[in-house]
C-alpha cells in the first residue's frame, strides 16, 4: 500500500496547476480564415508582430497580410469567401462574423495597395450589405460573386 504524504499532494497540485497554465485559454479569438496557398513570400502582422505563415496559418480579425513581389496568397474565409492577393499587396481584415447555424454575418477588408479578387461565399448569398471591400479611393459593397480590385499606394 502506498501511502499519500502532504509533499506528494503539493507536488500533484503543483504539477496540475502547471499543466492548466500550460494550456491556451479557452477564451482565445476564434480564426476567421485560414491561409491555404502561399507563393513567394507572405508576412501577416498581428498587434505590432511580425508572423511568417505556412499554409493552414489561422488568420484573426485585424490580421494585416502583405505579399512580397512576385509572391501570392490564398485565403479562405470561414464562410467560404476566397480572397487571393497578388504581388506587392497589403490587405487588412477588418471586420468579420458568421454564424454557421444561419449562415449570416460581416465582412469588411481594406486593400491598402495592390491586388484582390475574390469569390464570395454564404454571408453575400444571405446579407450582401455587410460585406464590404475598401480602398483608399473607394468602398465597394458586394452583390455579385466574383470580382477583382486593386489599388495603389497612397502612403496612408
Known amino acids: 500500500m502506498r501511502r499519500i504524504t502532504q509533499g506528494s499532494r503539493i507536488a500533484a497540485y503543483l ?12 477564451a482565445e479569438t476564434v480564426g476567421i480564415g485560414t491561409i491555404k496557398t502561399i507563393s513567394g513570400e507572405v508576412q501577416v502582422t498581428r498587434n505590432a508582430i511580425t508572423l511568417t505563415p505556412i499554409p493552414g496559418f489561422e ?25 487571393s492577393a497578388g504581388a506587392s499587396s497589403v490587405l487588412r481584415l477588418d471586420k468579420f462574423s458568421f454564424d454557421n447555424k444561419t449562415q449570416t454575418g460581416a465582412m469588411q477588408t481594406t486593400l491598402k495597395k495592390g491586388r484582390l479578387s475574390a469569390i ?37
Open 59 to 83: 488568420l484573426q480579425e485585424q490580421d494585416v497580410v502583405r505579399t512580397g513581389a512576385g509572391s501570392a496568397v490564398g485565403i479562405v474565409m470561414r464562410d467560404q469567401t476566397i480572397l
Open 120 to 156: 464570395s461565399g454564404a454571408i453575400v448569398k444571405h446579407s450582401p450589405e455587410a460585406v464590404q471591400f475598401k480602398t483608399s479611393t473607394m468602398t465597394l459593397g458586394v452583390r455579385g460573386t466574383e470580382f477583382i480590385i486593386e489599388a495603389e499606394d497612397r502612403g496612408d
Open 15 to 26: 504539477g496540475g496547476l502547471c499543466l492548466l497554465l500550460s494550456q491556451p485559454l479557452q
